[in-house]
């Protein structure tokens, strides 16, 4: 039974938690006292302590410390040359770089078509096992399975399937078109490569967005779709003015995971086309990678690093906002 | 609560005493003597686990091998230089590592043991010496002892060329008998030939060439056809001036040639090949000829379906301006972070000695030696090794500065866009590529 707000059921519920929290309320103090004499605050200090020096050493530390080598000429492989400060330099170098820009429009390219198909399939998929048919549990369980793989395994795999000869992703669309398999190439060729990761991506985090979408269907309490029933809403008004806004906060949030964990796409890319043909799926995270352990330039690709963080936080943070609003509707 | 913070206090001394004491702890003390040699995993790193047996006999000192596969060398061990790890005590760097390796204080200087040990340059072949062991180039500075000789080559399908219908068929296309390639021209030909062609109602392809875009793989491959065209790196009188010697008329047809043959005959899918890719499709029976590092040839040799009687070998074919080939292979180094420097340095006196090299190259290694390579027995010793012989005369390798791995991601980048993405000219490309070397000697403070 799904509790209802203001019912008996829920106020139950409500007075029992109440409970349970003033009892262990007024347990802490004796617990403090018997452990030498530790306040409560030193005794939550003392427990968080680690996770915020972890925290510092790990996380804020090699920001700052990132922040700081953009500025300079520093390499990691040259710890014997003096270290310059170059000011903004390397972000202006970085800025007016026609090849940073082309991999960021690759990077664009391929974020805005794994969401949209990713949301589009995802949504479409909760829908579909949110009908509760039978055998609906396997199919869940089916569906998750590539969300499941790695993405090395995942690109490994792929790179077999593709290959013009012997893959089965081109006997499957040579079955449909008619086409010799042999024929096109998804990884070689500048055209298909793009979409050729575009696919991969789809089919590996679809179900990572489904997911997501079925958490947001299952929350729509099922008295609203009652009462638009006895009103006699049709199922096309309900999806619209029922499932959609409720489901909308879900649909959301799966979109920004899926664009945050895009947009510094590297592994699978990487082991698909190594960025190729020539720079074609060189994504912003593939030149970074090259930049700062092939070339060894880590002021450089410091610099750059900065600008992606600040522009997916960036990009995050209106978006969130945007969440927000939805959320508060 | 006061067993809880107990427990705590152990497990922090567990974390303390695995992190601190056991990284401090080095292989040598931990297990008497045991030094780490570090390379790449491929048929002549076995051959060297072999043939270490003999060291630790003789020695007493044991021998740890880390071996990555070829596309994640170069990243695992330069970040392993770079960030002044320890692991390996010896390291086989490739040739164009050594630059910065020395400039960077990451290898120790052999001079002076060389010197007390009595092992001199003159006893190995000028090319490895130059290619693996001094920075700078031409200059007695050595940082390693010359340990793997390699080049470019090329394998055959010797039984497909000796077939009746074959040589018909090709000698009414072109009017000559097929034959080992001695241009590029023929080469181009006899690709051309083969691709498409069913052979025992297999469908097979002409060749397979070098385009792999991530780590080295196309501009391997390219160069064989550039050097053969008049390509040089910089001008001789004049070190970093590249106008007019990267870029040239004939470099530009170079380029075009490797890309025409990268069009005409190869196999569907093979625009990210390289080193593996190439002998899946040779041992497949997919392809008729195989561009490849000699290194890889006595494997292929005894592979049970297309070795034997069934390859043949040949060195990369002459071009319009010459007969060149791009220069593999590696030196062996002590790491200067090493703790075992003694006994790695043990180790290269033994690996130096006259049988050992000998042995070296009886198990599959290709030594540098003259006292093994000019022995009046050597060109028949194996069905490759006059073929590699004659390679490591005519050898040329890649920019060796420390900033090689820019320099190198700058063709790899220019040359895949043009040859397998189609992007722009083959004269673009190359004034690009003048472009990008430019502005990274410029960063080196280098004037041209």
Redesign the interface.
């Known amino acids: 039974m799904i509790p209802v707000p203001g019912s008996v059921h829920a106020m139950n519920e409500l007075s029992a938690s109440s409970r349970i929290t003033y009892r262990a309320v007024r347990v802490r103090p004796g617990v403090a006292r018997r452990i030498r004499g530790l306040s409560d605050k030193t005794l939550a200090w003392l427990f968080i302590t680690p996770t915020i020096v972890l925290l510092l050493a790990i996380n804020i530390f090699p920001l700052l410390w990132t922040i700081y080598l953009s500025f300079t000429n520093y390499r990691a492989n040259r710890a014997n040359v003096p270290t310059i400060w170059l000011g903004a330099d390397w972000y202006q170098s970085i800025l007016t770089d026609p090849d940073i820009w082309a991999a960021m429009q690759v990077t664009a390219h391929f974020v805005i078509w794994t969401v949209v198909i990713e949301t589009v399939l995802g949504f479409g998929l909760a829908y579909l096992i949110d009908k509760k048919f039978r055998g609906h549990g396997l199919w869940t369980t089916i569906i998750l399975l590539p969300m499941m793989l790695s993405p090395a395994v995942v690109g490994n795999f792929w790179t077999f399937l593709y290959q013009p000869q012997i893959g089965l992703f081109n006997y499957v669309v040579a079955f449909f078109t008619g086409r010799a398999a042999s024929s096109f190439q998804m990884l070689g060729d500048v055209t298909l490569s793009p979409w050729a990761i575009v696919i991969v991506d789809a089919w590996m985090w679809t179900p990572y967005v489904m997911l997501i979408c079925l958490a947001g269907l299952r929350s729509i309490p099922d008295y609203i779709y009652e009462a638009a029933e006895v009103d006699r809403a049709s199922k096309w008004r309900q999806f619209w003015s029922i499932t959609l806004p409720m489901a909308l906060p879900f649909i959301m949030l799966a979109v920004l995971f899926r664009a945050i964990e895009n947009f510094k796409m590297f592994d699978m890319v990487n082991l698909l086309t190594g960025g190729g043909p020539g720079s074609t799926t060189e994504v912003a995270s593939i030149t970074l990678k090259r930049a700062a352990f092939e070339s060894w330039r880590t002021g450089y690709s410091s610099a750059f690093a900065i600008i992606l963080f600040v522009t997916v936080f960036g990009l995050a943070n209106i978006y969130v906002k945007a969440l927000n609003k939805v959320k508060s509707r | 609560?006061k067993r809880t913070l107990k427990a705590l206090v152990v497990a922090c001394g567990a974390v303390v005493s695995a992190f601190g004491v056991g990284a401090g702890t080095t292989p040598a003390q931990a297990q008497g003597k045991t030094i780490t040699l570090c390379w790449a995993a491929w048929d002549p790193a076995n051959a060297l686990v072999e043939l270490s047996k003999d060291f630790t006999a003789k020695s007493g000192i044991g021998m740890k091998f880390e071996f990555v596969p070829w596309t994640n060398y170069?990243?695992r061990f330069?970040?392993e230089?770079?960030?002044?790890g320890s692991l390996c005590d010896l390291i086989i760097g490739d040739s164009q590592w050594i630059g910065?390796a020395a400039?960077?204080?990451q290898y120790v200087k052999l001079n002076d043991f060389f010197k007390k040990e009595g092992i001199s340059m003159d006893d190995y072949m000028p090319a490895t010496v130059v290619g693996y062991s001094e920075w700078p180039k031409n200059t007695p500075n050595y940082w390693a002892l010359p340990a793997m000789g390699d080049a470019v080559g090329w394998t055959y399908r010797k039984d497909w060329f000796a077939r009746p219908d074959v040589q018909t068929d090709f000698k009414a296309k072109y009017g000559r008998d097929i034959g080992v390639p001695k241009t590029l021209a023929e080469l181009r030909d006899i690709a051309q030939f083969f691709q498409g062609r069913e052979i025992d109602g297999k469908k097979v392809y002409g060749a397979s060439i070098y385009t792999?875009?991530?780590s080295e793989g196309i501009t391997m491959g390219v160069s064989n056809y550039l050097y053969d065209y008049g390509f040089k790196y910089d001008d001789p009188k004049k070190p970093y001036s590249m106008d007019g010697f990267v870029n040239s008329a004939s470099a530009v047809k170079g380029l075009e040639a490797y890309k025409d043959l990268y069009k005409c005959c190869t196999?569907?899918?093979?625009?990210?090949s390289y080193m593996s890719e190439g002998l899946d499709a040779f041992k497949s029976g997919?392809v008729a000829l195989q561009m490849n590092f000699f290194a890889f040839f006595p494997g292929l040799y005894k592979d049970p379906n297309v070795g034997g009687d069934k390859i043949g070998f040949f060195v990369n074919p002459a071009g319009p301006a010459g007969q060149a080939t791009q220069l593999g292979g590696q030196g062996i180094s002590v790491v200067s972070y090493s703790k075992n420097q003694a006994e790695a340095l043990q180790y290269i006196k033994w690996f130096s000695g006259g049988d050992v090299q000998k042995k070296w190259w009886a198990l599959g290694g290709y030594s540098c030696a003259k006292s093994v390579l000019n022995d009046p027995s050597f060109p028949n010793s194996a069905p490759f090794a006059k073929e590699f012989l004659q390679s490591m005369g005519m050898v040329v390798d890649f920019w060796a500065e420390?900033?090689y791995?820019?320099l190198l991601?700058a063709e790899q980048?220019r040359v895949?866009?043009?040859v397998?993405?189609?992007?722009g000219t083959a004269q673009e490309a190359l004034d690009g590529l003048v472009k990008d070397w430019k502005a990274i000697f410029k960063e080196e403070g280098k004037k041209f």
């Open positions: 609560m170069a990243d330069l970040n230089l770079n960030s002044h910065g400039e960077n204080g792999e875009r991530g196999p569907p899918g093979a625009s990210n997919q420390p900033s791995a820019q991601q980048k895949h866009d043009y397998v993405a189609d992007k």
